[in-house]
């Protein structure tokens, strides 16, 4: 599965649709992004529209990632594992965690999802010595929960071409 994410502005209502595609075979496809990120807090969700069904399954940090990721005037074809894999589903986790390499070797791209940078840059604000810029963007950067994460290996290393660190629109 993978998702359309339709047009809008920033604030508004995010409306996806899904759209059934094997993008584990070897055969001409559909172009997507992969993206990897941290699903943050499992109590804070945020509603999304999937389809004709608002669904309120998606932490707020994915919803951030939505939002920014989202363009005004076109669709987006995604793959985001809280929405593409059925998370009800066991059977169905096990098996596409055990092919999640070839959803990101096969992604046109990989987008690597870091926070918004509002947040970041209250993290920044919260240094005391903020003297050295350049050497605390890396800091705090590097501090990001992405990296502490087990999957972040495959998910950078395994795309044909290097993935995209963004925070916020940047």
Known sequence: RLIYLHPGGFDDDIYCTIYHANILEKLPQT????????WGDAKHTKPIQLGYHQIPTITKNLEKALRHLRDRASERILWVDAI?????DEEEKLS?????????????????????????QEEANDEQFPNELQALGIRIIAMQPWWRRVWVIQEATLPKEDPIMQCGNI
Request: glycine share 6%.
């Open 31 to 38: 172009e997507y992004t992969a993206l990897s990120y941290v």
């Open 84 to 88: 593409c894999i059925n998370q009800s």
């Open 96 to 120: 596409q965690v055990q092919s999640m390499g070839d959803v990101y070797r096969n992604a046109v791209e990989v987008r690597i999802w870091l926070g918004s940078l509002k947040d970041v």
